[in-house]
């Protein structure tokens, strides 16, 4: 039995669940068995006790961070109810842990390739930008992706992606202003980058803090604040590529196009099929994650039009909860199915991007101000998800 927690947590760990849903669901199936147990989580190990605190026997898993990967933690969750409800034992849980970890991929890496491409081109439409961010980002975003296959089994390059893919997505925003005209270059920037910006690491880590998760949430808080510095400095490098180039006339600091809501609808229901895809989610799936995504954006830009945008970012973040965790229910499913690519849409990683940049410029007073504004967003998006669950409680842990 305490092979098969132990086995348990360490696969949902390395697939992006956060500490208080990980421990809880440990903790839960370690009642069910008749264990009596202890869990500490951190974003890279498990600390697990087991047996009263006068005898305990501790174990540490030190557990590399993983991708999201939702197809595996519901077939783990579904393992997990299985275990508990009598009809595997543990003996084979534990088995069934590892050949779940051993399936491959569900997708080929061409269309991961294709996804990032669509994530790129569909966030430049949603940031305000035109045809031609979107073709800008797009090519960026698939070369990062390129990358990222290239690096993922590799520890020591895979460290410096971050950096290299910023340089990378700025240098050639400045290229293509210089052969194809004007561009809003912080648009096509901020949308290649847009798979890797820590906007969800950094919702998560607030979340964790809020459920009273300290270690683990400040963890993700200085990882998040790390990779926004690495991103802004790769920025800051690429974009004096295009000061080697002849001179070209400069972009007005206004958003080059105002798109019709057909075509936001359009780049909404593109970005939850890609996300999806890039989360690992199951194709049956789909379909309920472009709508989860659709609605918490949709609801976060009509309550920050009513309300302000950190009121607007706790309604979209609480329509997404409420209905996940109603979808949950309903299906009996883990809500996180559809409340982490919905996230996706509402993190404020490009608030924090935006911020950094304005500190590289030294305009301090506008950096400091977007900074304040992206934690308010993330402190919101929180708080929203928190009220969800106590609004509509999801029978699942996850």
């Keep these: 039995a305490v092979a098969f927690v132990l086995r348990l947590g360490h696969a949902l760990h390395r697939h992006g669940t956060p500490a208080h849903r990980l421990e809880g669901l440990m903790m839960k199936v370690s009642e069910r068995l008749g264990l009596e147990a202890r869990f500490f989580s951190t974003p890279t190990s498990i600390f697990a ?37 009598g009809r595997l034992t543990p003996t084979d849980g534990a088995t069934r842990v590892e050949a779940i970890l051993a399936r491959p991929p569900r997708y080929g890496p061409v269309l991961q390739l294709l996804c990032w491409m669509l994530a790129g081109a569909s966030a430049a439409l949603l940031f305000g930008g035109g045809w031609k961010e979107m073709g800008v980002a797009g090519v960026s975003s698939l070369a990062i ?36 005209g004007p561009l809003h270059g912080e648009v096509a920037t901020l949308a290649g980058l847009i798979v890797l910006l820590p906007g969800l690491t950094l919702t998560i880590a607030v979340n964790e803090v809020a459920t009273r998760n300290l270690i683990s949430g400040t963890s993700r808080l200085t990882h998040a604040a790390l990779v926004f510095l690495q991103l802004g400095f790769g920025a800051a490098l690429g974009s004096r590529v295009a000061t080697v180039l002849p001179p070209v006339p400069m972009p007005t600091p206004a958003l080059p196009t105002v798109l019709p809501p057909g075509v936001a609808l359009f780049a909404l229901v593109v970005a939850g099929f890609a996300i999806a895809v890039l989360f690992r989610a199951r194709p049956r799936d789909w379909g309920w994650i472009a709508l989860a995504g659709a609605a918490a954006f949709m609801g976060a830009r009509l309550g920050a039009l009513l309300l302000g945008p950190q009121l607007g970012a706790f309604a979209g973040a609480l329509l997404l909860g409420v209905g996940s965790n109603a979808l949950a229910r309903l299906r009996n499913r883990p809500a996180v199915t559809t409340v982490v690519p919905g996230l996706m849409l509402l ?12 500190l590289l410029e030294r305009d301090v007073v506008a950096g400091v101000d977007t900074a304040f504004s992206m934690l308010m967003v993330a402190v919101a998006l929180a708080a929203g998800l928190l009220s969800a669950n106590a609004i509509m409680p999801s029978r699942k842990v996850l």
């Design 49 to 85: 006790s087991f047996g009263p605190p006068e005898d305990l026997r501790t174990s540490l898993i030190r557990v590399e961070p993983g991708d999201f990967d939702l197809e595996r933690l519901i077939l783990l969750d579904m393992l997990a109810d299985d275990v508990i409800q």
């Design 145 to 180: 992706g390129v990358l990222d296959l290239l690096t993922r089994k590799q520890p020591t390059t895979a460290r410096v992606l971050e950096p290299v893919a910023a340089v990378l997505s700025a240098a050639f925003a400045g290229i293509a202003a210089h052969f194809f």
């Design 347 to 358: 993190v404020p990683g490009s608030v924090g991007f935006r911020s950094l940049a304005s």
